[in-house]
């Protein structure tokens, strides 16, 4: 049986930023979100932190109803 760790292989490649750029291009919206959302994920641990309170925040019902935050009245 193979493991996961035996099939792990660095590999470099040479890629311009026009490439790069042109493949987000052809992502339809939600890709290119997720992808955003992975970028900052990968540089911003604090990213990361938000999104796990957040969810805690959630589950324990702390949360605000879109009038409550944006109600002027």
Known sequence: ???NS???QNISIQI???QIINAV???NKEE???LVEDLLATIN???LQSIKEARANYQQGK???HEDVFDNT
Request: charged share 20%; proline share 5%.
């Open 32 to 34: 290119q979100q997720d």
């Open 25 to 27: 291009k052809t992502l």
């Open 45 to 47: 641990p604090q990213y």
């Open 16 to 18: 311009s930023s026009e």
């Open 1 to 3: 049986m193979i493991k």
């Open 63 to 65: 949360t605000h109803s």
């Open 6 to 8: 035996q099939l792990t």
